[in-house]
């Protein structure tokens, strides 16, 4: 068996974790995720240094306290 040595480009991968695609796929999880909340809750997207993210957060002081007895964001990830 031969080694193959793979040596990833930098800009590239950066430029990948930062693109419109990246984000929009990631806002479309978010937009699930949102989907399995009641209201109260709110999404945004933006792009950070190196990757762009998605957030979900709570919006509303009912939605806190939901969030702090049930764990309402945590089971909609599907973490619970």
């Known amino acids: 068996m ?4 793979v040596k990833l480009n930098s800009a590239g ?3 990948l974790l930062r693109g419109s695609e990246m984000q929009s796929v990631l806002a479309g ?3 699930d995720i949102m989907g399995r909340l009641p209201d109260g809750y709110e999404q ?3 792009v950070g ?3 762009c993210y998605a957030r979900v957060t709570t919006a509303s002081y009912a939605a806190m306290q939901r969030e702090l007895n049930n764990k309402t964001l945590l089971k ?3 973490g619970g």
Request: glycine residues 6%; without cysteine.
């Open 2 to 5: 031969s080694k193959v040595k």
């Open 13 to 15: 991968v950066r430029e």
């Open 29 to 31: 999880h978010a937009s």
């Open 44 to 46: 945004s997207t933006a």
């Open 49 to 51: 240094t190196n990757r």
């Open 76 to 78: 909609a990830v599907g």
